[in-house]
């Protein structure tokens, strides 16, 4: 099948490179014509693991290619796929769609015959129907469906998410659409991905519905760790311990330092407003978005108590700034709260991250940045573990402990066992177990 993916930002280039290696022929577009160049040139936008050579792989075969030719890409299609983003919009909080709609135009123009017309981006309930009539609004010549198709990929993990989903969720308002959506995954059926067919505003919401439910499952395992601390009982314990009830399932139970990223903190404040709008308020969410945020700055007041009650002065160690690991995104990441956090308490602040110091730099003032784990904790007072990164789940803490100026290790991320770094006389916080 001839596909066209517009908008190669992560969920596009992921899609397009992968829906490639299926054996389609795609065409990525985008308006950025530097990021188009980049990429043809071999150089990714984004880090993930294992994209460099997917894209590099079905370059060479011919089954992808990179252009800012929107309307060529889009003429030759049989199904065109908007992967833009839909950032929050400043103010109120709701999915900014702009970039969706001028898509939608763009592509309406660009179309020379019956098409399916694809929203992989994240978007609210009823942004399908607004699609379709801009459509026929500006082109009612050709004959065009729209789809909803939400992409449920992990960064870091993404294209094997993509390759192996837990489902694909299809959302279509006739048979002619879900025939081609069918077509267009069924190298997957090998696989045995189930395929969900909807209507096209249910699939709309069960991607929200699938993030806030994630989100709220974190949100509700760092309370109880919160509670843990109180009561001296140990969070990863309590997880395994609900988590192996199969009606509850043991992942997206680590306590942590609160989500961020790209998708939860994003998704579940359009979906409040979205339920808002409609009079249904969905307030478990409202309270999850509210908690999470608090827990941000919260954990900077944890790294505070584990330094005595004050880091006024103190050169403090941050390892991890990404919202998690194997990414360089920095979108909503806790370490952006917990640095400011710190230095607003008058810490001097030197960090250390694999991926993430590029994007780290232009969103944090004062920050100095190592070379690596050690440089980074080098005379430091205390050591912080942010995001738990591979390369810090087994550090040289007898090396750690001679390098800095006092043994202190907040591990906000529960990589280490707390008696194994007792052993190195070191004082040691994690989240939600005991001392
Ligand atoms: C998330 C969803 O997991 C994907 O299914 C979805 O497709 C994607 O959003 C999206 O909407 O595009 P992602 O944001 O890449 O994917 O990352 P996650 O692995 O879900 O992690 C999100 C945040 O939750 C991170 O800050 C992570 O550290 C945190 N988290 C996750 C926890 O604190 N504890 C957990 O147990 C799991």
């Given at each position: 099948m001839r596909v066209t993916m517009v908008g190669t930002g992560y969920v596009g280039l992921v899609s397009g490179a992968c829906f490639a290696d299926f054996g389609h022929t795609v065409t990525c577009v985008d308006r950025d014509a530097g990021k188009i160049a980049a990429l043809l040139a071999g150089r990714m936008p984004i880090y993930e693991p294992g994209l460099d050579a997917l894209v590099a792989t079905n370059v060479t075969q011919g089954r992808l290619a990179f252009t800012t030719d929107l309307a060529a890409a889009v003429a030759e299609a049989e199904a065109v796929f908007i992967a833009v983003g839909t950032p929050s919009r400043r103010?109120?909080?709701?999915?900014?769609l702009s970039f969706v709609f001028a898509a939608a135009r763009e592509i309406a123009a660009a179309l020379t015959g019956d098409t399916v017309v694809v929203t992989?981006?994240?978007?609210?309930?009823?942004t399908g129907d607004e699609v379709e009539r801009i459509i026929r609004d500006v082109n009612p010549r050709v004959r065009v469906d729209v789809a909803s198709n939400p992409e449920f990929l992990r960064e870091g993990a993404a294209i094997e998410d993509f390759k192996r989903p837990d489902r694909i969720v299809i959302g279509v308002e006739g048979t002619r659409a879900e025939a081609l959506m069918r077509e267009v995954y069924r190298p997957l059926y090998l696989n045995q991905a189930p395929i969900l067919v909807t209507s096209r505003r249910t699939a709309e919401l069960t991607k929200y519905a699938a993030n806030a439910f994630l989100a709220t499952k974190i949100t509700f395992i760092n309370e109880i760790a919160d509670l843990c601390e109180q009561v001296g009982a140990d969070v990863q314990q309590v997880a395994r311990g609900i988590g192996l009830d199969n009606r509850i399932?043991?992942?997206?139970?680590h306590a942590g330092p609160g989500y961020g990223g790209s998708c939860f903190p994003k998704d579940t404040l359009a979906l409040v407003k979205t339920a808002q709008d409609a009079g249904t308020p969905v307030r478990l969410v409202e309270t999850v978005v509210a908690v999470n945020d608090q827990r941000k700055r919260a954990m900077a007041r944890k790294v505070i108590q584990a330094c005595g009650g004050t880091v006024r002065g103190k050169r403090i160690a941050v390892l991890g700034l990404t919202f998690?690991?194997?990414?360089d995104d920095m979108r909503d990441a806790p370490a952006l709260s917990i640095i400011t956090g710190l230095q607003d308490a008058g810490a001097a602040v030197v960090a250390y991250d694999p991926e993430g110091m590029e994007q780290a730099r232009p969103l944090l003032d004062g920050v100095s940045y190592a070379s690596d784990a050690y440089a980074c904790a080098e005379g430091a007072d205390a050591l912080v573990i942010v995001t738990e990164w591979?390369?810090?789940?087994?550090?040289?803490l007898a090396r750690l402990g001679r390098i800095m100026a006092a043994r202190v290790l907040i591990d906000l991320r529960n990589v280490y066992r707390p008696e194994e770094v007792a052993r190195y006389g070191f004082a040691y916080a994690s989240v939600g177990r005991p001392a």
């Open positions: 103010g109120d909080g709701f999915a900014d992989k981006s994240t978007v609210p309930v009823g399932g043991s992942k997206f139970l998690k690991p194997n990414t591979n390369a810090f789940r087994a550090l040289d």
